[in-house]
């Protein structure tokens, strides 16, 4: 995986008690549903590859930088935001139910009352448009870092704005 959890702590408050099983498997699903699509399938192999082989531009494209466009200094988060957003907004569609051997069941206790569906589809829309915030900003300095990132295609061919609207939850 591109990122962990700690990268996900970093940006937002997770709990300590939330299982890997759970969020791993929002993390993967970022990364395929979320980044491939945006960065294109070359750049995206190449990425993976990079970052297993510690190549410096994949690197810095994951962590960010600070780079020069005409006179203005811009600092560039890296990939790393836009993923964890993602991941999260995956993990808030996924969380309130387990699929068992007696079905999908909903968790309840006496200590907590889970958020209404609106709630939740509310907070979903902002991760995700936290994530796509960040997405934009990778655009932008892959465009700027086209000889650095010749795979990435941009509007000519890898971009793609997902629209998308959440009817319901559980």
Same mark, same amino acid.
């Given at each position: 995986?591109?990122?962990?959890?700690?990268?996900?702590?970093? @940006?937002?408050?997770?709990?300590?008690?939330? &299982?890997?099983?759970?969020?791993?498997?929002?993390?993967?699903?970022?990364?395929?549903?979320?980044?491939? &699509?945006?960065?294109?399938?070359? +750049?995206?192999?190449?990425?993976?590859? $990079?970052?297993?082989?510690?190549?410096?531009?994949? @690197?810095?494209?994951?962590?960010?930088?600070?780079? @020069?466009?005409?006179?203005?200094?811009?600092?560039?988060?890296?990939?790393? &935001?836009?993923?964890?957003?993602?991941?999260?907004?995956?993990?808030?569609?996924?969380?309130?139910?387990?699929?068992?051997?007696?079905?999908? @069941?909903? &968790?309840?206790?006496?200590?907590?009352?889970?958020?209404?569906?609106?709630?939740?589809?509310? =907070?979903?829309?902002?991760?995700?448009?936290?994530?796509?915030?960040?997405?934009?900003?990778?655009?932008?300095? +892959?465009?700027?870092?086209?000889?650095?990132?010749?795979?990435?295609?941009?509007?000519? $061919?890898?971009? =793609? =704005?997902?629209?998308?609207?959440?009817?319901?939850? $559980?």
């Amino acid at each position: 995986m591109l990122i962990s959890r700690s990268d996900i702590q970093n @940006v937002i408050q997770l709990s300590d008690n939330l &299982p890997a099983v759970k969020l791993d498997p929002m993390i993967g699903r970022a990364q395929e549903l979320d980044l491939k &699509p945006q960065l294109g399938a070359a +750049l995206y192999k190449a990425l993976i590859d $990079g970052i297993v082989a510690g190549t410096a531009i994949y @690197v810095t494209l994951m962590d960010g930088e600070e780079y @020069v466009c005409g006179t203005e200094t811009i600092d560039f988060p890296g990939i790393k &935001p836009a993923l964890a957003w993602f991941a999260y907004a995956r993990y808030l569609g996924d969380q309130d139910s387990y699929s068992t051997v007696n079905g999908i @069941v909903v &968790p309840s206790t006496d200590h907590s009352n889970p958020l209404s569906e609106k709630a939740v589809t509310r =907070r979903i829309s902002q991760a995700r448009e936290a994530g796509a915030h960040y997405l934009d900003e990778t655009h932008k300095y +892959l465009c700027e870092k086209s000889t650095t990132y010749p795979l990435y295609k941009g509007d000519k $061919g890898n971009r =793609r =704005r997902s629209k998308f609207k959440i009817s319901a939850i $559980g």
